[in-house]
């Protein structure tokens, strides 16, 4: 195996990087199909080049499921001189060399040990003499730079604009205030874009690569960027690449290079050495970083929030440069000073475009997301969190995500007749196989025992300690052979070939011959399900005898497997022989695979808040609607459907059942997306789940696609939309109740700063009209921006969710952020505020002129509104004396702040000559207090009425069905 750190500039090389990244963007797309070596580009990072070697295999997939490993290649010395020499040899390699030397010589090269790896002071030095298996990415703009970058928006440059000229114009304390009230606005966004940034960056951290490496002849699961040259390393089916490597043994390997070549095709890869030098993609002993095992690709379509925020912010833009274009023409006819309409227009422009609305968003989502990570959901996509508000079906495997995946042998029948019932739970050998009250033993029931012998033989798994490495039913298998004292029956055989499950066939089957025989005959062991097992079945086992299989005998046995899946058990036959065509059927093993905890209750939350849910198993139907019903999923009136049933229907068939479908058993990957599609075509919002690498495509097509953190493969996350790290279901309820909670927080802010924007067009507006003077200057508007676009309308988006918003129905995709109610709120509260501050203005203009007292005062009026306002739209129809006027700190800091910063405006000599106003009595704060609270206070009122209303007409609803 190889392993070199190099400098190496190519296009593919920046496709990986971007790629590799973090699992929580989108693949890199390169623009040519095919690289070229040494093509320029401005990044640099460490290509790792490896060996590898070994073969397991896994049941685990459809498509070819072995297990490939390799080595990373470096190598360190304890020794100045000799770590010197390791580089220097290490340099000389690269991925061109390493294809076309032998995998012993690359082994010699790094001096690694192919079956026991290096040890773990070998690791360690090693990392410390080539560092991390990271990329070496540009640094980014420094943050002055940034800063700057502020300045050069349209509104800021119009603003700058005027303050130039009024220094033209000898204006120079109108231009300082100017000024300094830019300098303010850019501050104030500078660090909101900053703290998204910082949030958006938190993300990356979520979900970081992870590879299987043996390290001191043990299999251990770490951090990609621990891997050092010479590390040998698993590859899996759906697995990520984590550094380039050269390959030492592979089983039907292939390879997704898409991100990398721009080959849709997966590249079939070997191991052998190449006996020319040939270009990146056709080194077919290598795998470089960022690709994909057996994996797909897609893109996803704008999510509802996505669109609703484009369709507001452009209607907002629209009218406010109507309204904001009216009131400059109406001020230069009546003659007042252009520039001061100029000035104040732009100012007006700057507080009424909603250009705060797309930072909000993403800190609220980006924090909703932060949130949703430590209840054990990784969200990718920010506009992911909103969609799930709106998800109205849910398909979910059943094992692993609503039962444990923890599967235990519970039940043994044998074909002639013998019942075992297995004690103990999990990975362990506590407990006893009983049969008539007897302990059973290797050697006290023979049919007993060739049948759980044929289970272990036909197995992948391996058990060390309680730890399970492999498939949950394999391990079951080999646990019960421990219960027996058979652990080392595998020993007896020596595996010539695997037959690997797929989900058309349904069964494993493993070609063996006796270790210990004198004269060794192959050996077929297989297991799956009854219905296919059972047809490549010639004969029964009984009592040491073989008989033909009838239909009779066929019946019979299906009917035993119809008592242990009505038992809720899952069930496995197996057979061997000789052949093929001559399998011997030797009975049926029950696996309990109990729900989990918790389950039972997200599932009548979800179905109470107008989720339906749909089960995907590959159990029969005994079982699948057994544990369905203990979960209440199932009942009488609704369907379940098999996956032949499935497979005979097209979409418009399908589309016409599923709703009445709870239960989808025999299923594959293959049938998901069809499923998906039907519901789609039905206008659902789909939420699928997934673990393998044949339910990518399913996962893209969904709405939501939703892959298992612990047991789901790289490409079924990289597909996904969201990781579960628990692969617990009740998660996917948690997920539903932030995105429903971070939408109506976002609806919220929408409705302040609409009311704050409405607020003030209205008030300069109704001011030109009546020919008055403006009761805002331009810095005062600004400064309004500020607390509308600023910490107080965040604080909003970090409102601690409701619980009771599942009980909310999902949202429909189609109903627009601008509700009818929505709007009623904002008109209500624009209302009040421009007749509150036009009491004021008026009130204090009673000579006619005005003065910085009135404009002080109407400014500090708007503000206090401004804050009760906010305060009132915390909650669209809850008090906020319900929901805790201190459960939400952020709001009461920003809220606090803004109000300091109010009264700085009004007491801090420097900040008055900017913003031209002057100190006001504790008599006039009181005044403006009493006054401003009246916009809280009467959507407090409002808002008990609505609930007094709802109440009664639920009430009336009840008495109605009670009287029929």
Request: hydrophobic residues 40%; contains cysteine.
């Amino acid at each position: 195996m190889l392993q070199k750190v190099l400098n190496y500039k190519s296009k593919e090389a920046k496709c990986a990087a971007e790629e590799s990244e973090s699992l929580l963007e989108e693949p890199a797309q390169c623009e040519d199909s095919l690289p070229e070596s040494g093509r320029e580009t401005n990044l640099e990072f460490n290509l790792y080049n490896s060996a590898s070697c070994g073969t397991l295999k896994s049941t685990n997939d459809i498509c070819s499921t072995e297990v490939h490993k390799y080595t990373t290649g470096r190598d360190s010395k304890q020794t100045k001189d000799s770590e010197k020499a390791t580089v220097d040899m290490l340099s000389s390699l690269d991925s061109d060399k390493a294809s076309l030397l032998t995998v012993e010589e690359v082994v010699a090269r790094l001096q690694t040990d192919l079956r026991h790896g290096l040890t773990h002071g070998d690791a360690k030095q090693r990392q410390l003499l080539h560092g991390n298996n990271d990329f070496e990415i540009n640094a980014e703009d420094p943050l002055w730079k940034k800063y700057l970058e502020q300045f050069r928006q349209p509104l800021i440059m119009l603003l700058l604009a005027s303050a130039l000229v009024s220094v033209c114009m000898k204006q120079i304390d109108d231009a300082i205030s100017i000024t300094v009230a830019i300098i303010i606005v850019v501050t104030v966004a500078f660090v909101q874009e900053y703290r998204s940034e910082m949030s958006l960056e938190e993300l990356k951290k979520l979900v970081p690569p992870t590879c299987h490496s043996v390290r001191s002849g043990r299999v251990e699961n770490f951090f990609a960027k621990d891997l050092v040259p010479g590390d040998i390393v698993y590859l899996n089916v759906g697995d990520r690449v984590s550094a380039d490597m050269r390959l030492f043994e592979t089983v039907d390997l292939c390879i997704d290079e898409s991100s990398f070549t721009g080959e849709t095709e997966p590249m079939n890869k070997h191991a052998a050495a190449l006996k020319t030098s040939v270009d990146l993609s056709r080194r077919h002993n290598i795998a470089y970083m960022g690709t994909l095992v057996r994996c797909g690709s897609g893109r996803s379509p704008k999510t509802p929030l996505q669109k609703n925020m484009d369709t507001l912010g452009k209607q907002l833009s629209f009218y406010s440069f109507g309204i904001i274009g009216l009131i400059m023409m109406l001020g230069w006819i009546q003659g007042r000073n252009i520039l001061d309409m100029f000035t104040i227009g732009v100012s007006l422009a700057v507080a009424a475009i909603p250009e705060g609305l797309p930072i909000v968003v993403t800190v609220t989502l980006a924090l909703g997301v932060m949130r949703m990570a430590k209840r054990k959901a990784i969200v990718k996509k920010l506009p992911t969190v909103e969609t799930l508000g709106c998800v109205n079906v849910i398909c979910s495997d059943k094992t692993g995500t609503l039962t444990k995946n923890e599967m235990t042998v519970s039940a043994i029948c044998t074909a002639d007749g013998q019942f075992a019932e297995v004690t103990g739970v999990g990975y362990n050998p506590d407990g006893r196989v009983m049969c008539n009250k007897t302990r059973v033993s290797k050697m006290s029931h023979p049919s007993i025992t060739k049948l759980v012998e044929a289970g272990c033989v036909c197995n992948n798994a391996h058990v060390f300690g309680d730890v399970l490495h492999g498939q949950p039913t394999e391990g079951a298998l080999l646990i019960a052979a421990q219960k027996m004292g058979m652990a080392d029956v595998r020993d007896n055989y020596l595996r010539q070939q695997e037959f690997p499950f797929t989900h058309e066939t349904k069964y494993m089957g493993v070609k063996c011959i006796p270790r210990y025989s004198q004269n060794p005959e192959p050996v077929l062991f297989v297991k799956g399900a009854l219905e296919k097992v059972i047809k490549q079945c010639r004969k029964y086992y009984y009592h040491g005898s073989y008989y033909p299989m009838t239909s009779k005998q066929e019946e019979q046995f299906l009917n035993e497997a119809c008592h242990l899946g009505t038992a809720g058990l899952r069930v496995l036959a197996i057979a061997s022989g000789p052949s093929w065509n001559d399998l011997v059927f030797l009975g049926l093993v029950g696996i309990l695979d109990p729900p989990r905890p918790g389950v039972r209750e997200a599932i009548s939350t979800l179905l109470a808040g107008g989720v339906s849910i749909k089960m995907l198993t590959g159990d029969s139907k005994e079982t699948a609607c057994t544990i369905a019903s203990r979960l209440g999923l199932h009942s009488h009136g609704k369907r379940a459907l098999s996956g032949e049933e499935l497979e005979q229907m097209d979409v418009s068939q399908l589309m016409q059942i599923i709703n009445q479908v709870t239960v989808i058993y025999r299923a594959s990957p293959a049938h998901k997306l069809k499923i998906v599609k039907a519901l789609q075509a039905n206008n659902c919002i789909v939420g699928m789940t997934g673990d393998g690498v044949n339910d990518a495509v399913a996962l893209r097509k969904a709405d939501i696609g939703i892959a298992m953190g612990h047991s789901g493969t790289d490409v079924c996350k990289e597909a996904a939309d969201m990781i579960l790290v628990n692969d617990e279901f009740s998660t996917i309820m948690a997920a539903i109740e932030e995105g429903k909670g971070i939408f109506y927080n976002i609806k919220n802010f929408v409705r302040f700063q609409l009311s704050t924007s409405i607020a003030a067009l209205t008030l300069i507006a109704l001011s030109t009209l009546m020919r008055t003077p403006n009761p805002l200057n331009a810095m005062q508007i600004l400064w309004i921006n500020i607390i509308m676009d600023g910490p107080p309308a965040q604080s909003l988006g970090v409102e601690p969710v409701d619980h009771d918003v599942l009980k909310q129905p999902p949202r429909n995709t189609k109903q627009a952020m601008i509700t009818k109610s929505l709007m009623v709120n904002v008109i209500l509260s624009s209302t009040i505020i421009v007749m509150g501050t036009l009491f004021v203005f008026v009130r204090e203009l009673s000579d006619n002129m005005i003065t910085p007292r009135d404009t002080t005062m109407t400014f500090t009026c708007f503000v206090f509104f401004d804050m009760f306002n906010a305060l009132s739209c915390r909650s669209a129809n809850k008090s906020v004396f319900t929901i805790g006027l201190f459960t939400n700190k952020m709001f009461l800091l920003a809220v606090s702040g803004s109000v300091i910063g109010q009264f700085l405006v009004i007491y801090f000599p420097p900040l008055q000559r900017v913003f031209q106003t002057e100190a006001l009595h504790l008599n006039d704060i009181l005044f403006l207090t009493a006054l401003t609270s009246s916009v809280f206070i009467i959507s407090e009122v409002k808002k008990f009425v609505e609930r007094l209303l709802i109440m009664r007409q639920h009430q009336s609803k009840h008495f109605i069905r009670l009287e029929v």
